[in-house]
């Protein structure tokens, strides 16, 4: 079947500007992750909804990130006034219910702020 | 100090050999352990869970040490088509995954 997606697979931006990432999880998925990935590093967690709900946000690094997931699927990561620290591959991933670390991850967008 | 340590490498390792890492967790109530593998530019896919006992899937094993907190990736018989990077995961009691920095593997013919 269809794997995770993620829309825009790549996305220049200039610094200040607004950006939206979307991501498509597996169908029947209720847990889906955010992440961040610096070159050289692990992927960094952002926020995990469970449903429609964000279970956990912690790792948001700050207020202009913000993500949501109106209908239990496909959610939508925000990004106001982005900086040029903001640049990075975003990953989303989704899990099957139950398998606590068996996370099917997307391509990600590699987010380029200039 | 890092919640989960990785030695960064490069392991330059011959194909056909025998590699080994280890991976170091903080968190004594870290719940489960995993193994996922990254090629350049692509996104991360689960390779193996690591349980208690040890697990083995082909050439590939992996151990848990509760005690001393860390875990390994055995690779036996490399092949080319190994060489990636290999990412431990510690996950808690939430399904919170904790992702090391990675180990880059890169196997020569």
């Known amino acids: 079947g269809a794997g995770v997606s993620q829309t825009p697979s790549n996305k220049v931006t200039e610094k200040g500007k607004y950006v939206e990432l979307r991501c498509d999880p597996i169908s029947g998925h209720t847990a889906l992750y955010w992440y961040r990935q610096s070159l050289g590093q692990g992927p960094e967690f952002l926020i995990y909804?469970?449903?429609?709900?964000?279970?956990?946000d912690s790792g948001l690094p700050n207020d202009r990130f913000f993500a949501v997931r109106p209908e239990g699927s496909v959610s939508t990561l925000k990004i106001q006034r982005t900086e040029r620290g903001d640049s990075a591959v975003y990953l989303c991933?989704?899990?099957?219910?139950?398998?606590?670390?068996?996370?099917?991850f997307g391509p990600g967008t590699r987010l380029t702020v200039t | 100090r890092k919640e989960v340590e990785q030695d960064p490498g490069p392991f330059n390792v011959p194909e056909g050999a025998t590699v080994a890492f280890n991976c170091t967790y903080s968190?004594?109530?870290?719940?489960?352990f995993f193994w996922y593998r990254q090629d350049c530019r692509k996104e991360p896919k689960l390779l193996m869970s690591v349980y208690s006992s040890g697990n083995e899937d082909g050439r590939f094993t992996a151990q848990l040490n509760r005690a001393s907190q860390y875990i390994s990736l055995l690779i036996r018989d490399s092949k080319l088509s190994d060489s990636a990077t290999y990412l431990c995961v510690a996950a808690d009691s939430n399904y919170q995954l904790i992702w090391g920095a990675g180990t880059k593997l890169i196997i020569k013919p």
């Open positions: 909804f469970q449903g429609t709900g964000a279970a956990d």
């Open positions: 991933a989704s899990r099957p219910t139950g398998a606590e670390g068996e996370q099917y």
């Open positions: 968190n004594s109530a870290s719940q489960s």
